[in-house]
């Protein structure tokens, strides 16, 4: 986000998902978002799956909260307050929020006015509670009389090695920790009112990584010229939704895994998780992404996934409709890899106490809003 916030002069980051915190001790803070072109942040540097560490909530660099216990009930209510606080400050240059709450994510939790109001049990209340938390802050930007540009997205499929608790793909095939349709396949929404056309649909090819460039396009800055940006621009496809996707081919990884690859209308699978239970594996609590708990294939499978989009029906390797796709597939892949520089694997440097932010020597328990 560094380009966009060179120019968007007022920034905020609340909620931070697994980008870590410290790197030498305890309080360097080097990869907080303050340190990575934001200029405030409040939120955790990891998701309630860490929930065993206790709460842990930043205000800009400053650790306020830790191992709180009774906060986790009014924790979507303070993301929602601070980004409407956030919208209300008029610094007369543009705004760029970044709001990434911690629903629809297992363990659940809900404030007390969203407990028990789904049939869904947990799931839907924690479903019914983002729902009310983003309706407040798009209300809140449209009281600004600004002009808004709103995108709303998911990470991930559904956690299915946790039942009713995990969500569901429908009839797509996988979820969570899979590159099988049920994993990455995910609805998105975009509002500009005035731009972008209402109540339009398009199952166009996009990306996640489509966000940053499309966001640069809107503010008229050029993308950085120094590395290769994966994302393009959707915002012409946004405006006219008939319009084909950006994308000639898109790449599946899992972890650094290549498992699979699409090039309309096919999709490759190089790589299935060891699966303990139907697509699942509970032994692991969530599939892996490299041997032994994958399978690499030697002949790939290989969907026409816009008739076959539950990944139901392999087109036999036989056959010479897959001879052709797989060999115009490796030819993207191969495309594709020239492209990509070799970085250290940042979740290989590991963990360590000396590394573990601590708010109040030793007890590290310090309740701000508790």
């Given at each position: 986000a560094l380009p966009i916030c060179r120019r968007i002069v007022q920034t905020q980051y609340a909620f931070c998902r697994h980008l870590g915190i410290n790197s030498e001790n305890q309080t360097d803070g080097i990869h907080l978002p303050t340190r990575h072109g934001f200029e405030s942040f409040y939120g955790m540097p990891w998701s309630n799956v860490g929930i065993s560490r206790g709460l842990m909530v930043y205000e800009n660099e400053t650790l306020v909260e830790q191992a709180c216990p009774t906060t986790w009930q009014n924790l979507t209510h303070r993301y929602t307050a601070k980004?409407?606080?956030?919208?209300?400050?008029?610094?007369?240059?543009?705004?760029?929020?970044?709001?990434?709450?911690?629903?629809?994510?297992?363990?659940?939790?809900?404030?007390?006015?969203?407990?028990?109001?789904?049939?869904?049990?947990?799931?839907?209340?924690?479903?019914?509670?983002?729902?009310?938390?983003?309706?407040?802050?798009?209300?809140?930007?449209?009281?600004?009389?600004?002009?808004?540009?709103?995108?709303?997205?998911?990470?991930?499929?559904p956690w299915r090695e946790l039942s009713l608790s995990g969500g569901s793909a429908g009839l797509l095939r996988g979820g969570k920790g899979q590159i099988f349709e049920g994993g990455i396949r995910l609805p998105a929404m975009a509002w500009w009112p005035g731009?972008?056309?209402?109540?339009?649909?398009?199952?166009?090819?996009?990306?996640?990584?489509?966000?940053?460039?499309?966001?640069?396009?809107?503010?008229?800055?050029?993308?950085p010229k120094d590395r290769i940006i994966d994302g393009k621009s959707i915002l012409p496809l946004l405006k006219s939704p008939n319009l084909a996707s950006p994308h000639e081919s898109l790449m599946h990884y899992c972890g650094c895994s290549l498992n699979a690859a699409r090039v309309p209308p096919y999709k490759a699978v190089f790589a299935v998780p060891v699966f303990d239970a139907g697509t699942m594996c509970h032994k692991t609590g969530l599939c892996q992404c490299v041997p032994p708990l994958v399978t690499v294939l030697e002949a790939p499978l290989l969907y026409q996934i816009d008739i076959d989009p539950g990944e139901n029906y392999p087109i036999g390797k036989n056959e010479q409709e897959y001879v052709d796709a797989i060999r115009l597939i490796n030819f993207a892949v191969e495309a594709h890899q020239m492209t990509v520089a070799s970085v250290p694997i940042q979740n290989e440097l590991g963990e360590g106490d000396e590394y573990e932010p601590c708010c109040n020597p030793p007890k590290c328990q310090c309740c701000k809003d508790c």
């Amino acid at each position: 986000a560094l380009p966009i916030c060179r120019r968007i002069v007022q920034t905020q980051y609340a909620f931070c998902r697994h980008l870590g915190i410290n790197s030498e001790n305890q309080t360097d803070g080097i990869h907080l978002p303050t340190r990575h072109g934001f200029e405030s942040f409040y939120g955790m540097p990891w998701s309630n799956v860490g929930i065993s560490r206790g709460l842990m909530v930043y205000e800009n660099e400053t650790l306020v909260e830790q191992a709180c216990p009774t906060t986790w009930q009014n924790l979507t209510h303070r993301y929602t307050a601070k980004a409407m606080e956030f919208l209300d400050y008029d610094s007369g240059a543009p705004h760029f929020l970044y709001l990434s709450f911690t629903h629809v994510h297992a363990p659940m939790f809900s404030n007390a006015a969203f407990q028990n109001v789904s049939l869904r049990g947990a799931f839907g209340d924690n479903v019914a509670e983002v729902d009310d938390a983003v309706g407040q802050v798009v209300a809140h930007a449209k009281k600004t009389g600004r002009d808004t540009v709103v995108f709303l997205a998911s990470d991930n499929g559904p956690w299915r090695e946790l039942s009713l608790s995990g969500g569901s793909a429908g009839l797509l095939r996988g979820g969570k920790g899979q590159i099988f349709e049920g994993g990455i396949r995910l609805p998105a929404m975009a509002w500009w009112p005035g731009q972008i056309p209402a109540g339009i649909l398009s199952d166009a090819l996009v990306s996640s990584m489509d966000f940053f460039p499309t966001i640069m396009d809107i503010a008229g800055i050029p993308l950085p010229k120094d590395r290769i940006i994966d994302g393009k621009s959707i915002l012409p496809l946004l405006k006219s939704p008939n319009l084909a996707s950006p994308h000639e081919s898109l790449m599946h990884y899992c972890g650094c895994s290549l498992n699979a690859a699409r090039v309309p209308p096919y999709k490759a699978v190089f790589a299935v998780p060891v699966f303990d239970a139907g697509t699942m594996c509970h032994k692991t609590g969530l599939c892996q992404c490299v041997p032994p708990l994958v399978t690499v294939l030697e002949a790939p499978l290989l969907y026409q996934i816009d008739i076959d989009p539950g990944e139901n029906y392999p087109i036999g390797k036989n056959e010479q409709e897959y001879v052709d796709a797989i060999r115009l597939i490796n030819f993207a892949v191969e495309a594709h890899q020239m492209t990509v520089a070799s970085v250290p694997i940042q979740n290989e440097l590991g963990e360590g106490d000396e590394y573990e932010p601590c708010c109040n020597p030793p007890k590290c328990q310090c309740c701000k809003d508790c």
